[in-house]
């Protein structure tokens, strides 16, 4: 463990029995193809929006705020991707039937202080891991189902940080007993990785794949540091790592429409569209089970509007 009980991270390692070669990004016309994505109005899942664009793609963006009105073939759903209510009701209304490719980018980090959403969810955990949790579960038995096409598996993409090795608390995934920030954001970022594995054994007529954006310039670290000098500082120590969005958008764009992923279900995905291995502890089927039961409970308290049962503070 390191400093405020932050867990040290794996380093990502190639998963080289995976063989998957995108097409080039000027090469690719995407029109009829129909995207959502969930959490698409700003940082990595906008310029994701703009990339499918202007391949051609028509685009549903999820989220709460929308600043593309102008921006042809992108639409909007409005969303608070922190209520597990909200969620379901997204999950309900988007056509999945129609949908060829779901995005799930919308995330924040922990922050200093616990902060809990009105149904009792610790809010990282609501935002960047649950409400992805109930719209995979509702959009994936529909997805893709009203589609002409056969070339391309209807196909959902959890973005998150999977291959480093962070473990959820299973026994507190709401951090209810005790809350320190680096050991509560690996609760949201195990959650995803598990989800991607276990949606892919459990949907089979649906290919779900995890992605590590690895150091994006977005501002998704503001909550996690709290101070905006702090932000400022961090951002320009580690400045030399990271990929603007747009630069990641033209990378995993073609990725993400490859034939090559058909039928590859449970693949992860590093910032170079390069396979990664998943960690270890993500295929423990004891681990996995625990980690979904606890996330099962949280929703279904959630959605029952049990708000103060342990919700702590």
């Known amino acids: 463990m390191l400093a405020e009980g932050r867990p040290a991270m794996k380093r990502v390692e190639l998963d080289k029995s995976q063989n998957v070669t995108p097409p080039p990004l000027e090469s690719l016309r995407l029109n009829g193809l129909n995207v959502a994505v969930i959490g698409g109005t700003g940082g990595i899942g906008r310029a994701l929006s703009h990339q499918f664009a202007a391949k051609g793609a028509n685009v549903l963006v999820v989220g709460q705020t ?6 042809p073939r ?14 379901r009701r997204i999950g309900a209304e988007l056509p999945a039937g129609n949908i060829d490719i779901v995005v799930f980018t919308t995330g924040i980090m922990a922050g200093p202080k616990r902060e809990v959403t009105p149904e009792g969810i610790e809010r990282d955990l609501a935002v960047s891991y649950l409400s992805r949790l109930v719209i995979l579960n509702e959009i994936a038995p529909r997805l893709g189902k009203d589609r002409t096409r056969t070339d391309l598996r ?4 959890v973005m998150g940080f999977p291959g480093t090795e962070q473990k959820a608390d299973v026994d507190d995934l709401n ?15 195990s959650g995803n990785e598990v989800l991607v594995l276990q949606a892919a054994r459990r949907f089979p007529d649906v290919d779900v794949f995890g992605l590590n954006p690895g150091f994006v310039r977005t501002n998704i670290r503001a909550n996690l540091l709290g101070s905006r000098a702090l932000v400022a500082v961090v951002e320009w120590l580690t400045s030399f790592m990271m990929i603007e969005p747009d630069t990641y958008a033209a990378r995993l764009v073609p990725l993400l429409v490859s034939r090559d992923l058909n039928g590859r279900s449970g693949a992860m995905f590093n910032n170079r569209a390069e396979a990664i291995l998943p960690s270890p502890s993500a295929s423990e089927p004891s681990y996995a089970a625990a980690l979904m039961g606890a996330s099962d409970r949280l929703v279904s308290r959630a959605l029952a509007g049990r708000a103060g049962e342990g919700a702590g503070t």
């Open 66 to 71: 929308f600043r593309d009105q102008e921006v």
């Open 74 to 87: 992108i639409t909007f759903l409005r969303a608070d991707l922190s209520s597990m209510r909200d969620a």
């Open 154 to 157: 209807p196909r959902i993409f």
């Open 175 to 189: 951090s209810e007993q005790g809350y320190r920030r680096f050991s509560a954001h690996p609760n949201t970022v």
